[in-house]
């Protein structure tokens, strides 16, 4: 086990990494929207594809890799009768061959999939959002492999690279927007050359690929050889859909939502998706900084005391981090709908952003806040083997 100073310069290492990830991916939101305009028809093709791999990745998935991964690598580590790095290669390997073949199901049915969750939109808006879905699937693998290692990370005792190899993804589709604008890419669809459409798409998914990247070198350096085996088999599979089901559920009811959403912004006019997609970010964006960042500091603590199922210093930590944020999140989320046109306006009025759709994108409080805390310590007290717990998902995008 780590001992104190160790976990203090391993939190505050986190904190760092996670304020500098979702900087950056707030940075690689105003970006699209320079490049894309916001209230396009343009950005809406674009947002309404790449939302696609990471909902299918949930929905096959998100939920084991949120709630199983950790506990069941620390649990073979610490068997002595199991080769840990077979099984480690061995599970790797599963999820490579089982999202390869999601990837080639999903690109097949790309048509249909956009037509299920933008039914609104026109026909030239829809052949562009099947062209970009068509090299945007294929992040799903890489979403995977990725929460993969993150996981495997964690059991090793590498916990801040996992958020920092975000801060990979978001330069690069930071850089694929600057040289968009550079090559003279607009807002207007009807103007999107064919090398525009391919530096976009193939841009954004490079970026998934570099955080991969990242995360397969550092668990390199960790001491997992990177190897695919031709046989998978002896992982557990039933047991961890087993424990991943209720987590499941509640991913396959969240992409529900979504998708209901996605249907009803592309029946209600030009740019509905995007600004929608763009105010969402905004308004979850006080959460990302601030609540991951106070349950980050609290990580270490929290994880001990769910190692020793010490479930009163839990409930302590918990009530001290949702005061906290608490305190911070109501007077900014009274901001953010005080200020909510002037905050647009300031924020996305850039680029090939037209003013007119910038009406408040912030109407919602930020209330995942609290639910995020106690879903957090629902894991801790489930995965009390772990001397270290962190999400075994990707930290994508802001």
């Avoid at 100073?5 to 939190?11: I, M």
């Avoid at 997992?224 to 046989?231: C, E, M, S, V, Y």
């Avoid at 969240?254 to 209901?260: F, N």
Wanted: with cysteine; glycine share 8%; aromatic share 6%.
């Amino acid at each position: 086990m780590m001992d104190q100073p160790s976990f203090a310069r391993t939190g505050r290492t986190m904190v760092v990494a996670t304020l500098v990830s979702r900087i950056t991916g707030f940075l690689r939101t105003l970006a699209l929207v320079a490049a894309l305009g916001l209230g396009t028809r343009l950005l809406d093709a674009y947002t309404a594809a790449n939302v696609l791999p990471n909902s299918i990745y949930e929905l096959v998935m998100g939920g084991a890799a949120a709630s199983v991964l950790v506990p069941l690598l620390v649990r073979v580590t610490a068997d002595d009768d199991v080769d840990a790095d077979l099984f480690t290669q061995r599970l790797l390997s599963l999820v490579f061959y089982g999202l390869s073949a999601v990837v080639v199901v999903t690109i097949c049915a790309a048509p249909l999939i956009v037509d299920l969750t933008v039914p609104g939109f026109s026909s030239a808006q829809r052949e562009l959002a099947v062209d970009f879905a068509r090299i945007f699937l294929p992040q799903i693998l890489f979403y995977g492999l990725g929460a993969t290692l993150t996981a495997i990370l964690n059991v090793r005792g590498r916990f801040a690279t996992p958020m920092w190899a975000p801060v990979a993804n978001n330069v690069v589709v930071i850089a694929t927007a600057g040289t968009f604008l550079l090559a003279g890419g607009t807002g207007h669809l009807e103007r999107l050359p064919q090398g525009q459409m391919l530096l976009l798409s193939i841009g954004t998914s490079a970026g998934v690929v570099a955080q991969m990247i990242v995360l397969a070198v550092v668990t390199r350096r960790a001491g997992l050889p990177l190897r695919l085996r031709a046989d998978p088999r002896g992982i557990a599979v039933r047991r961890i859909l087993a424990m991943a089901g209720w987590t499941l559920a509640s991913v396959t009811a969240a992409q529900i939502v979504l998708i209901v959403v996605n249907r009803l912004a592309s029946q209600a006019g030009p740019g509905a998706v995007g600004v929608f997609s763009n105010a969402y970010t905004l308004f979850q964006l006080p959460y990302a900084v601030i609540a991951v960042t106070v349950i980050t500091g609290l990580l270490p603590r929290m994880s001990r005391a769910a190692g020793e199922r010490n479930l009163a210093q839990i409930t302590a930590d918990l009530s001290h981090s949702l005061r906290v944020t608490g305190v911070i999140l109501v007077p900014v989320a009274a901001a953010l709908v005080a200020l909510g046109p002037q905050l647009a306006m300031l924020l996305f009025a850039h680029g090939n952003a037209s003013p007119a759709p910038l009406i408040s994108p912030v109407s919602c409080w930020p209330r995942t806040g609290r639910r995020w805390f106690r879903s957090r310590a629902t894991r801790y007290c489930s995965a009390s083997t772990t001397p270290s717990v962190t999400r075994a998902r990707p930290h994508w995008s802001a």
